[in-house]
T-cell receptor, first 109, second 116 residues
Framework: QKEVEQNSGPLSVPEGAIASLNCTYS??????FFWYRQYSGKSPELIMS??SNGDKEDGRFTAQLNKASQYVSLLIRDSQPSDSATYLC?????????WGAGTKLIIKP | EPEVTQTPSHQVTQMGQEVILRCVPI?????FYWYRQILGQKVEFLVS????????KSEIFDDQFSVERPDGSNFTLKIRSTKLEDSAMYFC??????????????FGPGTRLTVL
């Protein structure tokens, strides 16, 4: 059974600080990893994708992948109230996304 | 910017009735997907579709579910005899289909299905 695990939160972070979101996965052969953001009642929206070990930066977002530890993380710098949402980690082992339950992030002004 | 569209946004049906959820994927995408999310739970994969046939399906996607691409633009999910537990948000997604497992999937806004 392929699993993706995330801390459900809520994770409360002051505005302007760094938010750190973590995800672990069970399937060692997974090659592609995605972070989506989901606002309440809305569809998932892609934030970042990462395929190789190391860091990948896009604006205020940095994704980190460690395949040996089966660990993916997302850092959000200079957190804004609009970043308050549920962040979903997803893994694509075989033309299907396997999802974590999501971490609810709250940015406090 | 191209986007995936879904209709209707909300569907209410009686238990045992058939429903068809409709999606228009992004026009040059080759892979299509359906996911569902029961309220308060994680997103779950249902089925992927490529070259007019099912590519992968989950255990959830049993005989009461079917998918079809009836024309060059629409992609549909049919639930033959709805059950109370089918109440969920159903998301359609599409991807280019050229990058293998690194393909990015883009999601439509969802159809909220309520079975009474």
């Amino acid at each position: 059974q392929k699993e993706v695990e995330q801390n459900s939160g809520p994770l409360s972070v002051p505005e302007g600080a760094i938010a750190s979101l973590n995800c672990t996965y069970s399937d060692r052969v997974s090659q592609s990893f995605f972070w989506y953001r989901q606002y309440s009642g809305k569809s998932p929206e892609l934030i970042m994708s990462i395929y190789s070990n190391g860091d990948k930066e896009d604006g205020r977002f940095t994704a980190q992948l460690n395949k040996a530890s089966q660990y993916v993380s997302l850092l959000i710098r200079d957190s804004q109230p609009s970043d308050s949402a549920t962040y979903l980690c997803a893994v694509n082992p075989n033309y299907q996304l396997i999802w974590g339950a999501g971490t609810k992030l709250i940015i406090k002004p | 910017e191209p986007e995936v569209t879904q209709t209707p946004s909300h569907q209410v049906t009686q238990m045992g009735q058939e429903v068809i959820l409709r999606c228009v994927p992004i026009s040059n995408h080759l892979y299509f997907y359906w996911y569902r999310q029961i309220l308060g739970q994680k997103v779950e994969f249902l089925v992927s579709f490529y070259n007019n046939e099912i590519s992968e399906k989950s255990e959830i996607f049993d005989d009461q579910f079917s998918v079809e691409r009836p024309d060059g633009s629409n992609f549909t999910l049919k639930i033959r005899s709805t059950k109370l537990e089918d109440s969920a948000m159903y998301f359609c997604a599409s991807s280019l289909g050229l990058a293998g497992l690194t393909d990015t999937q883009y999601f439509g806004p969802g159809t909220r299905l309520t079975v009474l």
